[in-house]
């Protein structure tokens, strides 16, 4: 399913790191060029408001996409999306991190469009070591199309919280003790990409891109929201020293209360498809089911 923003990854993925320097302090970017750079032409992403705001544009000629410049392990990292508008099907906005290969870890949002006034899908995904197909889908509690909206990870050494305004819609607990690979040795990039999935994004592809819609527009703001452990040089040591991040202490280890709640409202309300209840794909639920589900 994430065939072609895996495309755009690998052509552009080799630069990226080029220009990290040993004594470089950078932490949190305030513009887009200083932490992130475009994997199309300037047409396609379309750099506005002074570098606070980030168009991808898909059209007939290119699909979009960008990457951040360095890599990260654990932290807190959010950005503000706003999604296509209209007639969206069969449009996949991908926003994403992921570490390089062998054994990839990936954690994923994809948002799913849809013909003018249908909602979208947002479907999210953990790879661990390499191993993904743990898929689980939402629908949303407004309309993603109309304003900014913040989607993030909280990621630390215990858990991934994937978080719609804050809010938990989904949690991968760091399960070793019973044999899950988890998400902790590898520096992820952010990615976000724009591109054509009308082979299985809306109505499971019944539904293609319809190009006399194109172009198609998603616009994406707070590029500071990259609170996450910055990795030079490959040397992961500073990130994994767990006493010396915010999001290491014990308030970030479990999901309070009020997240409790939240997570279970979005459940009961908004899950479509959860991989842990598809008896047919997994006539025992994988090992990590018990302990994610609220
Ligand atoms: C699109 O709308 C249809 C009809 O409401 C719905 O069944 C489907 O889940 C929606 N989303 C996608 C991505 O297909």
Redesign the pocket.
Known sequence: MAKLYKEIWIVFNPKIHNNVSTTCIWHRPNVFSDGFQPFADNNHVRVVENGQQVDLILDQQAASGFGSKYKYLFGHITMQIKLVAGNS?GTVTAYYLSSDNPDHDELDFEF????SG????LQTNVYAHGVGNREQRI?LWFDPTADFHTYGFLWNTNQIIFQVDDKPIRVYKNNADLGVPYPNSKPMALYSSLWDGSQW????GL?KLDWTSAPFVASYRNFDGLDACTVYNNDISSCVATTSHWWEASAFQTLDNTQLDELNWVRQNYQ?YDYCTDTKRYPTPPPECSTNSV
Do not use: D, F, H, S
Request: hydrophobic share 45%; aromatic share 6%.
């Open positions: 099907a799913l469009g849809n013909v249908q909602p979208y899908i629908n994004a809306t109505q499971g539904i479509l």
